[in-house]
């Protein structure tokens, strides 16, 4: 009945050629560019954001890293010295001579601008004090001539840096529109100028009202002791954590309880770490407030999960076969895990270490509560203990401090704070990647 | 069937090493063997063969207790070597281990110099007495593992940048690096090429004159040529076990006949 159909001419299919794609294959070859484009355009995104913030990290940053300055030379005589040590105003007096130079030079290049003391003093501040100090200290160096550099003050460093301007400049008492005529003609005259802020990278923190004389290297000093501890703690508590589950714990109710309980760990936020660290270690354990060994413990409590997670999954990517070749010629467990497994595995411990690290350098939020942020970092610890033990600021947290005062030239070095963060981070990744590469190894 | 080589050879007795009796494994709730109780013979190639899936590995495994390594599993029953139950709660298995050697399915070499992988064993078994000695023992290791002389002039090089077979070989030669008294191979020759197995196999006949050897193979006719002796598992039983001559041409049970002839397996 329905042989006719079934006859092989009918039943043979249309033949089609290779020359021609079919619809299906049109539509497949379609959604594969299209999906190619979407990716595309996710990393275009990425890296529009990337470059978006690296150059206004950088544009708001690098004016921190210079100072201008008022650089005059003069000498100061003998005679002058003694008349000014004689008076009750003593400072005042090296002012005098100080305007008196500085006039001096302005009219030695031929440009001829009147000025008082009070817009010199809106300028570099009081200089009095500067000069006879260094005067008091070096008497040898009266009677020959002497290169005094002065930091600008804070709006004068702004209006060369662009910050200010002269249709933004609000008349006040810190700096007038005639002022401007002044710090426009002693850079003509080539004694204003910029130069590299070294007090940025070596300095301590100053006081609210000076942020030229703010510098990062006290809390540098504190970020560095923080890591110390974490990576002291943290590495061997977390290495020796992982190797015992990963390797030797058995596999029960227990382990598993303990295993979601790390991954829940490192979704606590930072701050619940901050809050138990004051709770523990200042209030119940009495450590020194403010100190980098208690903020070291709460980057060590908040890197461990980190530190473990990233060690058991290296643990687990070495090859069993590789456990049985050492268990097969009779290494103990103990051997075949610190002969064979860790070796192979350090490259993934090791990275993941230095990216623990990095999270830590950069945590703010613990820091908040046991006292780090806000703390004054005027001075360097003495002692290697006391680096540890002495109350001090660290990186973020003096970054922080800084974005949180009112002048608007600290929120200038909190941006020049962040670039040196960065760069510390930056340092740290590239190591871990490099350390990646030379120690590993196929099998 | 036809190239498996039923060479006349002569079937001593040797003394039994390895007599495992009323042997049971649980993986779990999973009884992957079943009443097992064989007597291994020293100084004999025995041959494990039998489908997928029947046992023949985790017997093997049994013997130098290698399942201690996996938590589920459980073993029951008695298996002596010379006489000493294996299982008694004062063995030590990494002193078993030293005594019982094994080679794996896929040659696994550390990722490590050639000396170091035949150095590794006598050194933490403490063999050698100083470096000269150790020197020596690499070079009998490496030369009863008939690879001396293709590795001879690269001793430093990386073991893993060897070739399948001349990996096998190492690993091999390795496993005999610390004097063990059984040698266990499972599946040695599944990752190898023909040439490879060739060599493989040659070496395990050479082994033979010195240990006691066990292999588990997938190949009938490997079977054929390399053992003396012969086992048959099938679903977790030791359906046949005797003269690899006899298991081959005149097999009493059923299922082996099936098997060897091709028809379950």
Known sequence: ??????????????????????????????????FRMYGMAAIAVGLLFLVFLFTSILRSGLPAFTQTVVEIEFTLTQEQFDTAESKMLKTGEYQKIFVNALSGQLNASGLDV?????AIERIVGKPGGTIRSFFLENPDRIGTPVSFELAASSRVDGYLNGRITRDTLVDSRFLMAT??????????????????????????DSGVDNPGGAGLGASVIGSFFMMLVVLFLSLPIGVAASIYLEEFAPKNRWTDLIEVNISNLAAVPSIVFGILGLAVFIQFAGFPQSAPLVGGLVLTLMTLPTII???????????????????????????SVFHHVLPLAMPGILTGTIIGLAQALGETAPLLLIGMVGFVAREYPETFVGGFTDANSAMPAQIYTWASRADPGFYEKAWGGIIILLLFLITMNAIAVLLRRRFERRW | MNDMRIAERKVDTNEVKIAAKDV????????????????????????????????????????NRMNDTIDVCRVTGDIMIDGEDIYDAKVDPVQLRAKVGMVFQKPNPFPKSIYDNVAYGPKIHGLAKN?????????????????????????HAPGTGLSGGQQQRLCIARAIATEPEVLLMDEPCSALDPIATAQVEELIDELRKSYSVVIVTH???????????TAFFHLGHLVEYGETTTIFTNPVDPRTESYITGRIG
């Open chain 1, 1 to 34: 009945m329905t042989d006719t159909s079934m006859t092989p001419a009918a039943a043979a299919p249309e033949k089609s050629s290779l020359l021609v794609q079919d619809a299906r294959t049109r539509k497949r070859n379609a959604a594969e560019t299209r």
């Open chain 1, 114 to 118: 009147d000025f008082d003391n009070k």
């Open chain 1, 179 to 204: 002022d401007l005529d002044l710090v426009d003609a002693l850079q003509d005259a080539g004694i204003v100028k910029g130069a590299f802020n070294w007090n940025f990278i070596t300095g301590t």
């Open chain 1, 309 to 335: 997670i990233s060690t058991r999954a290296s643990l687990a990517a070495v090859p069993p076969s590789i456990r049985d070749a050492a268990l097969g010629v009779g290494a103990s467990k103990m051997q």
């Open chain 2, 24 to 63: 049971q494994v649980y993986y779990g709730d999973n009884h992957a063997i079943k009443d097992v109780s064989v007597e291994i013979e020293d100084k004999t190639v025995t041959a494990f063969i039998g489908p997928s899936g029947c046992g023949k590995s985790t017997f093997l495994r049994c013997i």
């Open chain 2, 131 to 155: 470096k000269a000695d150790l020197d020596n023992i690499v070079e009998n290791a490496l030369r009863r593992g008939a690879i001396w002389d293709e590795v001879k002039d690269r001793l």
């Open chain 2, 219 to 229: 190949s009938m006719q490997q079977a054929a040529r390399v053992s003396q002796k």
